[in-house]
């Protein structure tokens, strides 16, 4: 037995929790054990966490037991209990003494209600807060106020006394959205006195703006609904700032809000645009009606985005601006901020012109709507707004239009080196800003296009997935869908277990795909482009490459991309869609996958047929320097040097070996990033060439650069064609080694179907038996017997 004195306290706690009644002990005592707060074993016996079970929720019956107590209180102390219900299940005692004299004279005393209760059992105290021990008693307490009036009245003494005591300490802004929990249950029916009605449409405004800024669109969404409530009849007239004010956040809040109501914010957009006085008051309203128009109509948010720009009063002609005077005006800028004269850029002033500040933000919605239309009309802009940023001063868009111009460096000038400096300047930038919100849009910008090329590559997956996030919380619709495609297609580039990846791409584009609801004038789905050209693509490499998993091999395989709102699911229909429509970055990223796909499955046909469409459009014409280049460049130099062994064609030869020349050219910027690539190629080149010796050491030395540098899909890649090459030549050994290699880096990777597919060549090559010999181990990316063999000769050479 335990002595008594220990076991007090529990039992105290029991009994307070239970009113001692029998089978409430059992069933409390029960789900403490259950929950691991009351524990025996054999070496310490019971033990008990005595704080956890302070704390610890009563269960649902003795919730009805306690609840039929409340009947048996004082009725000051009920009262005491029924200001508490007001505030919710839980409230903070800071905020009970800011109403302890909501009633004057009257008022009961909450502090001894509290006492009463918590000696009950009814309410629990942890640190300030206090708590209803169970919703059921906080309900059965608001409930008991059975007079809808009187709980009017109650609720109008409490928001008075707490708005009067909070704002003599300055301390509203701490209690805000308290009170107007309190404002919007009395209501706007309930409210008639003109001063009251006032305040409270105001005191909303300020929650909703407050709300906004967290991001919480949703509640902001229903502080500047329940505040637009509150106005009066003639509030356009009467209220025109407090007006336009809820109107703007209710606009905000509504497009932003995955659960935003669409008619509502249709409403509300028309309203602004009935009664703004000017132009400047229409301006917040008015971008996120471009925002809008643009996830349809493109060209239209452009046309709209040039005439809000004459309307500043800084029009914008871009007529006869075309491909070379956009790289003509990316050249002078460069060559004005050469070197040092870059940091002036930094130093210099901020931007407080509102009406340049404006023209900025046309400036940076219109680069997002050009790169829509693939248009390098962006990057002529991102030199506006450097130019602009310079002369005037620079403002949070100028950060967004140097990582733009970083970004154009890279793709349209090649200029690697000279983009990466103005990347990391613009962090710097960056770093003078709200960093939070600007995320979105910078990170996807410099990790998606201008870091890819010097940084390893693992790298730039987190700020991506950070610019994911962040476009979530803060309602940022195109950046989000910016980051959703370069995170995913990065990933894939690293060679992500594909069973995570797969995960991943079902939930962003669920999440992404949220945003795209039923057109309002009919019941056909709005199809994302997101959705359909990009995550649609690369879900069905994924799952091809992926195959039937041995864990479900006997289940029947699963629908494709299991969303509604993707009409093409097909790879070759979306590619010819996309090629037909010109949407040549769609085509570009679509390409990479199936060349992967075609190379990894060794259905070289098809891979030559994807390698020559990307030559066709892509290598022999002006095209911008996509990340994806690399793995189209890297994948034609192997199948091509593939045919020119089969066929010996001299074309084919020489594309195998400007492919090489440009992977060599890519390896000064980042030896992590290429080094494995330039390896294998180089292997493929001295196989062709027939230089067994430098074939097998680059090899080898290439499989150890991918495992170091964490390339597993490229490991298995490199080592399967390893054991091919060692297979041709009769090394048969080191051949079966490279072979299961191959196949468990295939697994790791997650191709489970490449891997059965290089399991079955194998066993058709050597036998069952094969499958005994264990996996490479380091003596296999030592160097060869040729290479050993080479260094022989090489020495005896030079004592000749």
Not at 214 to 221: Q, S, T, Y
Not at 715 to 732: K, M, Q, R
């Amino acid at each position: 037995h335990i002595p008594v004195r220990r076991v007090r306290s529990l039992s105290e706690m029991v009994i307070q929790k239970t009113d001692g009644q029998p089978l409430h002990v059992i069933e409390f005592v029960q789900a403490l054990t259950m929950d691991n707060l009351l524990t025996h074993s054999f070496e310490r016996g019971w033990e008990w966490d005595a704080d956890s079970i302070d704390i610890f929720p009563i269960t649902d019956s003795v919730a009805e037991l306690f609840a039929f107590k409340l009947r048996r209180l004082p009725r000051e102390i009920l009262l005491g209990l029924q200001i508490m219900s007001c505030f919710g299940s839980q409230i903070d005692q800071h905020i009970l003494r800011f109403v302890a004299d909501y009633d004057g004279e009257d008022s009961v005393d909450i502090a001894e209600a509290i006492r009463v209760a918590t000696s009950q059992g009814l309410i629990e105290q942890a640190s300030s807060l206090v708590s209803f021990a169970h919703d059921m008693i906080q309900k059965a307490t608001i409930d008991s106020v059975r007079d809808k009036e009187a709980l009017v009245a109650l609720l109008r003494k409490l928001t008075a006394a707490l708005i009067k005591n909070a704002s003599a300490v300055n301390e509203l802004d701490s209690v805000l959205y308290v009170a107007v929990d309190l404002i919007n249950r009395i209501g706007s029916d309930a409210t008639s006195r003109p001063e009251e009605r006032a305040l409270f449409a105001k005191l909303n405004s300020r929650a909703g703006s407050k709300a906004i800024k967290v991001p919480d669109f949703a509640g902001a969404a229903k502080y500047a609904e329940n505040g637009i409530a509150f106005l009066n009849d003639n509030h356009w007239e009467d209220q025109y700032d407090l007006s336009l004010r809820l109107h703007e956040t209710a606009v905000l809040s509504h497009f932003s809000s995955l659960k935003g109501d669409r008619d509502r914010l249709t409403l509300r957009i028309n309203a602004v645009f009935d009664h703004a006085e000017d132009f400047s008051d229409q301006f917040t309203t008015r971008c996120v009606w471009i925002k809008l128009l643009s996830m349809s109509d493109v060209s239209k948010a452009i046309e709209e985005s040039l005439h809000a720009l004459e309307r500043l009063g800084e029009p914008l002609d871009l007529t006869g601006i075309d491909s070379s005077a956009c790289r003509d005006e990316l050249v002078k800028l460069k060559e004005q901020f050469k070197g040092e004269r870059k940091e002036k850029f930094l130093s210099s002033n901020r931007l407080l012109d509102e009406n340049k500040i404006r023209v900025m933000k046309i400036f940076s919605s219109l680069i997002i709507y050009y790169h829509m239309k693939k248009s390098r009309l962006g990057s002529y802009i991102s030199c506006r707004m450097m130019e602009m940023s310079t002369n005037h001063g620079h403002c949070e868009h100028s950060v967004f239009g140097a990582a733009v111009f970083a970004s154009a460096l890279v793709n349209v000038l090649d200029e690697i080196d000279e983009g990466s400096a103005w990347g990391r300047l613009t962090l710097s930038l960056m770093s003078l800003y709200d960093k939070e919100y600007l995320i979105p849009s910078i990170y996807g910008s410099l990790y998606g296009i201008v870091f890819v090329w010097g940084e390893p590559l693992q790298s730039t997956l987190e700020p991506l997935a950070l610019g994911i996030r962040r476009s979530f919380e803060m309602g940022n619709v195109e950046f989000a869908m910016v980051n959703t495609i370069y995170y995913n297609a990065r990933s894939f580039n690293c060679g992500k277990n594909i069973r995570v990846l797969i995960g991943e791409v079902e939930a962003l584009a669920r999440q992404n795909g949220n945003h795209f609801g039923n057109d309002t004038s009919s019941d056909t789905p709005v199809y994302s482009p997101l959705l359909q050209f990009y995550l649609t693509p690369l879900y069905n490499t994924l799952r091809h490459l992926e195959g039937k998993r041995e864990d479900r091999m006997a289940e029947e395989e699963e629908a494709l991309f299991p969303l509604d709102k993707v009409k093409i699911v097909n790879n070759d229909d979306i590619l010819k869609f996309t090629l037909n429509m010109k949407e040549f970055a769609c085509f570009h990223t679509i390409l990479s996958f199936e060349i992967v796909k075609a190379f990894a499955f060794r259905d070289m046909a098809n891979a030559l047929k994807c390698a020559d469409l990307y030559f066709e459009h892509f290598e022999s014409k002006d095209s911008r320097l996509l990340y994806t280049s690399i793995y189209h460049v890297f994948y034609d130099a192997l199948i091509n040097f593939y045919f020119a062994r089969q066929t010996g064609k001299q074309h084919q030869l020489s594309r195998g070996k400007n492919a090489l020349a440009q992977i060599r050219e890519w390896l000064k910027y980042s030896d992590w990033n290429f080094l494995n690539k330039l390896l294998l190629v180089e292997a493929e080149s001295y196989y062709t060439q027939k230089d067994f010796d430098n074939a097998a050491t680059c090899y080898e030395t290439a499989i150890k650069a991918a495992r170091e540098h964490k390339f597993i899909h490229e490991e298995a890649i490199t080592s399967e064609l390893a054991g091919i090459f060692f297979l041709e030549i009769g090394l048969l050994s080191k051949a079966k080694s490279y072979f299961i290699h191959s196949i468990e880096c295939f697994k790791r990777w997650g191709a489970f179907a490449v891997a059965r597919r290089v399991e079955t060549f194998v066993a058709s090559e050597f036998g069952s038996d094969l499958m005994q010999l264990g996996s490479i181990d380091d003596s296999l990316v030592a160097p060869s017997a040729f290479s050993q063999k080479l260094n022989s000769s090489k020495k005896r050479q030079s004592n000749n």
